[in-house]
């Protein structure tokens, strides 16, 4: 099976990416983490979880930011502080406070393991309680941390790609442990029963979830920043 999960190699490099990371590790896109272009993320996303272009396209241009080459970009270069790679996130520490905003981090993937108590499953409303919760201590332990509408747009992206990703992308309901496989293992839990997501995972599919993690959350910004153009 090519798309079979195999831990990546010494050489191998990944990103701060839960899902970009999961796609490599299945073989959606190289397994080195290199040379990865803009129409190969795409297909990669269509392929493994059913994502469509419109829901990760502007992630994808902004990668391109990361290094020299002209079209593609290296997973670990997706590291680069500010551009996507910010703090407060869910799975990793802040640079400011460790060095590493790259890795996998158990203590700050705490707060996600701990969410949403008594049921199996996390939504749209658990995941705005953890940004929430994410960004306090972010506030309270970096004394360098960036929160700005810029972050808290794309920080709330990306739990709804993963709430879609690994459950139901019409409800935003996401079962607890394939969620904590998606982080803690960056595997799809294809054996412990996760599906492709259907229908596809579009910009329309994500809105109401975005909409509601906003609705949900205490979000205030502490700096402003300049507004952010995505489109035409
Ligand atoms: C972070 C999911 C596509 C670049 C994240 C996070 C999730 C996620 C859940 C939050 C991790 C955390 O807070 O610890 C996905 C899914 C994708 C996808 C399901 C579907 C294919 C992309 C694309 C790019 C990208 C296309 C750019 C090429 C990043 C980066 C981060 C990130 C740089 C780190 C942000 C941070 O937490 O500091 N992604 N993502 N992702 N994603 Fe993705
Ligand atoms: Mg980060």
């Given amino acids: ?10 050489t191998d490099v990944r990103s701060p990416c839960p899902g970009l990371n999961t796609l490599a590790n299945h073989g959606y896109l190289p397994r080195t983490g290199k040379n990865i272009s803009i129409p190969m993320i795409l297909q990669a996303a269509m392929d493994g979880f059913d994502v469509g272009p419109g829901a ?30 910010h703090d407060a996130s869910i799975s990793r ?11 996998f981090n158990e203590t700050i993937f705490t707060t996600l393991a701990n ?15 953890v940004q929430d919760e994410r960004l306090a201590i972010s506030l309270a332990t970096n004394p360098h941390v960036t929160n700005t509408p810029k972050e808290v747009e794309v920080r709330t992206r990306e739990s709804g790609l993963c709430l879609s990703v690994m459950g139901d ?8 442990q394939f969620v904590q496989i998606f982080f803690q293992e960056e595997r799809l839990s294809i054996a412990e029963g ?22 949900v959350t205490n979000w205030t910004y502490t700096q402003r920043c300049e507004d952010l153009v995505l489109e035409p």
């Fill in 1 to 10: 099976d090519p798309h079979e999960w195999v831990a990546p190699a010494a």
């Fill in 56 to 85: 990760i396209i502007q992630a994808a241009k902004f990668g391109l930011l990361s290094g020299d080459a002209p079209t593609t970009m290296d997973l670990d270069a997706l590291k680069l502080h500010n551009l996507i790679e």
């Fill in 93 to 103: 520490n802040d640079l400011a406070v460790t060095g590493d905003n790259l890795h």
């Fill in 115 to 129: 969410a949403n108590p008594g049921v199996d499953y996390y939504n749209a409303t658990s995941a705005a309680h």
């Fill in 169 to 176: 992308p019409l409800t935003g309901v996401a079962p607890r």
């Fill in 194 to 215: 996760w599906k492709r997501s259907t229908p596809t995972i579009t910009a329309e599919t994500l809105d109401p979830i975005h909409d509601t993690i906003l609705s």
